[in-house]
């Protein structure tokens, strides 16, 4: 079963982003980036890695012309990203259900090295996986003792 574990804002500044959210919701600092794909900052509350990423070219930050408002510049939620058991199997099942490969793969002469794979879901939204995780994610949570099981039908005001 896929969870969701990552999530990617585009932000201008990743260093004074990540002491917001460190200072307001007690994330932690997990890791940095300067690929050529962006530079950033990534926080955790210790289930959930936030990239927060500052793309140096309009195509890495997934820029289609007439399509997206996505670019280099854009600053918002950019995607999120599930971690699977097995990356195949999620891709098939993604491709069957109208999701579309958008880019990234494993590195198959490097098994263990991170790597998540993009696709686009049928309204366009960008969204990736990986088996390996995120830095700072969790992949199973258990319930600390006593916490109430969730609502099982409908929004909480229907219960």
Do not use: Q
């Amino acid at each position: 079963m896929a969870k969701l574990r990552h999530i990617a804002m585009s932000v201008d500044d990743p260093e004074k982003t990540a002491d917001f959210y460190c200072e307001a919701f007690d994330m932690e600092r997990v890791g940095t980036t300067d690929s050529p794909l962006a530079k950033g900052c990534y926080v955790s509350d210790g289930v959930i890695t936030v990239a927060l990423l500052k793309y140096k070219s309009d195509h890495w930050a997934g820029y289609v012309e007439g399509k997206d408002e996505r670019g280099k510049d854009y600053v918002g939620l950019h995607h999120i990203g599930f971690w699977v058991d097995d990356a195949e199997e999620a891709d098939k099942k993604i491709e069957k259900a109208g999701g579309k490969y958008f880019m990234g793969r494993p590195d198959k002469k490097a098994p263990t090295t991170f790597y998540e794979i993009k696709y686009r879901d049928p309204n366009g939204v960008i969204f990736d996986v990986t088996h390996l995780g995120w830095g700072g994610a969790t992949k199973d949570v258990v319930p600390a003792p006593g916490t109430p099981e969730p609502p099982t039908r409908g929004h909480p005001k229907d219960n």
